[in-house]
């Protein structure tokens, strides 16, 4: 297996939906995942209103994606609870195929979306976690600090990480 990360084309779009369909409709507990709004898979390719989107492939298979949420607006919920609302805020999210889960491909997904937020000028990087979803745990807030655990208006029950991406 050789696998390749790059940003995810806007013709790979078809394949993009079937992964989140296929890893949404196999969570064990469906309150893991925050369901996408018809909005956010409308502009799933807009990297300035919405969020960067960065995949691994297998071949020519899209096999795993992650986002990088820029927008302050969309983060604001998250900065008011974190009490970080003079900071620059992004959210991280993952997607993996099932079959594909455990080799390194979160976290390489993670990292490079980290490198991101660094270059465009964030302060901080958050993770919103279900707290029964411990495979998140392991990859998606690696390098990650717990914070707390909350319940999130548009989120619910979710363990919140947090990571420093800029120094004094």
């Given at each position: 297996?050789?696998?390749?990360?790059?940003?995810?084309?806007?013709?790979?779009?078809?394949?993009?939906?079937?992964?989140?369909?296929?890893?949404?409709?196999?969570?064990?507990?469906?309150?893991?995942?925050?369901?996408?709004?018809?909005?956010?898979?409308?502009?799933?390719?807009?990297?300035v209103n919405y969020a960067p989107l960065y995949g691994a492939y297998d071949g020519d298979k899209l096999v795993g994606m992650?986002?990088?949420?820029?927008?302050?607006?969309?983060?604001?919920?998250?900065?008011?609870?974190?009490?970080?609302?003079?900071?620059?805020?992004?959210?991280?999210?993952?997607?993996?195929?099932?079959?594909?889960?455990?080799?390194?491909?979160?976290?390489?997904?993670?990292?490079?979306?980290?490198?991101?937020?660094?270059?465009?000028?964030?302060?901080?990087?958050?993770?919103?976690?279900?707290?029964?979803?411990?495979?998140?745990?392991?990859?998606?807030?690696?390098?990650?600090?717990?914070?707390?655990?909350?319940?999130?208006?548009?989120?619910?029950?979710?363990?919140?990480?947090?990571?420093?991406?800029?120094?004094?």
């Amino acid at each position: 297996m050789n696998l390749t990360y790059k940003k995810i084309p806007e013709s790979d779009k078809e394949q993009l939906f079937k992964l989140i369909d296929v890893v949404l409709g196999g969570l064990k507990n469906p309150a893991f995942f925050i369901p996408y709004s018809q909005w956010e898979l409308d502009n799933m390719f807009d990297d300035v209103n919405y969020a960067p989107l960065y995949g691994a492939y297998d071949g020519d298979k899209l096999v795993g994606m992650a986002q990088l949420y820029l927008s302050q607006d969309w983060v604001a919920d998250l900065k008011q609870e974190l009490e970080l609302n003079n900071y620059k805020v992004c959210e991280l999210g993952v997607l993996v195929l099932p079959e594909y889960r455990g080799i390194g491909i979160a976290v390489k997904l993670g990292l490079l979306l980290l490198d991101l937020a660094k270059d465009l000028g964030f302060d901080y990087a958050v993770a919103k976690i279900h707290p029964e979803n411990i495979s998140s745990w392991k990859t998606v807030a690696r390098g990650f600090e717990f914070v707390k655990e909350t319940t999130l208006p548009d989120a619910g029950l979710r363990k919140l990480y947090i990571k420093r991406l800029k120094t004094k």
